[in-house]
């Protein structure tokens, strides 16, 4: 009686612990195979011969639809640019309503020239690439329809936001408000110019905070006649301040090359 | 004593994972029918539901057999003799 108790019970907790173990087991496997994006929102960015690619976007209910980039900044007008689609399911394919697609649709400035053919990485995972010509700021909405008599949805969308120009907020005083930038041709590629108030100075972090941008500090700095490093600079600077940071970005951060506060110009170099 | 009362919180227990899982398996299986008539029922919760809930009640009823075994024993000797 006593073994065929103990039998039971380790059959039993073998079984009732399987799905949690298969689950996790599931997120250790999909992590190190499926490509799905890490970052979501603005949390990754990348600048390719000129294109500025930030972020991801996702929207998703029981299947998840990710697109990267989320927003696009070209500096020329007739660029190339590609969006990664995944779709990570929430059930194994082929599941019981198959006939589920990625569709876009383009608007604005923002052309559809190629499109590669959805594939799956893996049972759980699908993959769709666009390329897109870019002439003007334009959208591209990225659709994923579940299948049709699908229970656990209908569709899931993102808009992928295009830009003709560089990346950069423009403040308009301290009023909060901020729009991308469409800066000019003439701008040195790369070069964005933010004007607004020190929300944050970090030394320890080598950055400061300004209408919720991080701009990093770095290197040797010039005052005037003085030479600085970029402790002086950060030192100098007071929470609450009113700044004008002219800076570019390198390996996706924003690095301040030039600071304005209070009358007195800071230069790199 | 200490036995029947394991046995008959394994029955309990068995009782209402049947159950639980029976209902989650009838949603299931008319989901997409209540879906092509406009309504939608919450499919991950369902799903989360069924599939736990059943895989205790398959578990638990390894434990129902240790607990009943003899009687088990004796029914399949009783189809065996005829």
């Excluded at chain 1, 070209?74 to 990570?88: L, P």
């Amino acid at each position: 009686m006593q073994r065929r108790l103990i039998a039971g019970l380790v059959l039993f907790v073998v079984f009732a612990s399987m799905p949690a173990l298969v689950s996790v087991t599931e997120k250790y496997v999909s992590t190190g195979t499926a490509s799905v994006p890490a970052s979501v929102s603005n949390g990754g960015s990348e600048v390719q011969e000129g294109v500025y690619y930030k972020g991801t976007a996702s929207a998703g209910g029981s299947d998840v639809l990710y697109v990267t980039p989320a927003e696009i900044y070209v500096s020329k007008a007739g660029t190339v640019v590609t969006v990664n689609v995944t779709v990570k399911f929430r059930h194994a394919q082929p599941c019981m309503y198959p006939d589920w697609k990625i569709s876009a649709e383009a608007s604005g400035g923002v052309k559809i020239i190629g499109e590669t053919k959805t594939t799956l990485k893996d049972p759980y995972t699908a993959f769709k690439q666009y390329t897109l010509n870019v002439t003007g700021n334009g959208t591209l909405k990225v659709i994923y329809t579940y299948g049709s008599g699908c229970p656990y949805g209908s569709s899931e969308s993102v808009t992928v936001h295009v830009y003709l120009g560089i990346p950069g907020y423009v403040q308009e005083g301290d009023n909060g408000t901020s729009i991308p930038s469409t800066a000019t041709q003439s701008q040195e590629q790369n070069v964005t110019r933010i004007t607004g108030t020190l929300e944050e100075v970090s030394v320890g972090g080598h950055y400061v905070k300004i209408s919720g941008r991080t701009v990093y500090v770095r290197g040797r700095w010039t005052a005037g006649n003085s030479s600085l490093t970029w402790r002086d600079v950060l030192e100098s600077l007071r929470v609450g301040e009113k700044v004008s940071v002219t800076a570019t970005y390198e390996d996706g951060n924003l690095m301040a090359t030039e600071i304005e506060v209070n009358g007195t110009i800071y230069r790199r170099g | 004593m200490k036995e029947i009362t394991l046995r008959m919180t394994v029955s309990l227990v068995l009782f209402v994972t049947w159950l639980a899982t029976g209902i989650t398996g009838v949603l299931l299986l008319v989901a997409p029918l209540v879906y092509r008539m406009g309504a939608s029922l919450p499919m991950s919760w369902v799903t989360n539901v069924h599939i736990y809930v059943g895989f205790v009640f398959f578990g638990l009823s390894f434990l129902h057999l240790a607990l009943n075994w003899p009687a088990m024993k004796g029914y399949i000797r009783r189809i065996g003799r005829t």
